[in-house]
């Protein structure tokens, strides 16, 4: 057998013997980091006609919107403009689902997280 043909060997027998201790990107079965520690369960879904959850939802996303555009926030060493930006995407897809009269808890969910986290790191 040649070098080479041994050393690929090798990785692939290294590899096959790590098994579970290598999770895939999206980290399905793995260790679950809570980031909305802070937020805990959404006030949101306490709401009970779509239209005013829909205008909560849409404050949260103007909120977060107007951070991620600004300089500020932009260029600080604070993650603020990185959550909101997940804000902005979280809650723009929790305005889709109430567009069909949908709420989805998972993103109403991440919505609140998020902009919550975003908040914290500002002050």
């Known amino acids: 057998m ?16 790590a098994g579970t201790a290598g999770y895939a990107a999206d980290l399905a079965g793995g260790p679950q980091i809570e980031y909305c520690q802070v ?3 959404s006030e949101l879904l306490l709401t009970q006609g779509v239209p005013e ?8 996303m103007d909120e977060s919107v107007a951070v991620s555009e600004d300089p500020h926030w932009i260029f600080s060493a604070r993650p603020a403009f990185v959550w909101a ?21 998972d993103t109403l969910n991440k919505c609140a997280c ?5 908040v914290e790191y500002m002050n």
Do not use: N, P, W
């Open 2 to 17: 040649t070098k080479l043909a041994k050393s690929l060997l090798c990785c692939v027998a290294l590899l096959a013997s």
């Open 39 to 41: 937020a805990g369960a």
């Open 53 to 60: 959850l829909r205008a909560e939802v849409v404050q949260l």
């Open 85 to 105: 930006v997940e804000a902005k995407a979280a809650c723009g897809k929790a305005i889709g689902y109430l567009k069909a009269s949908y709420r989805d808890e």
């Open 114 to 118: 998020f902009h919550s986290r975003m």
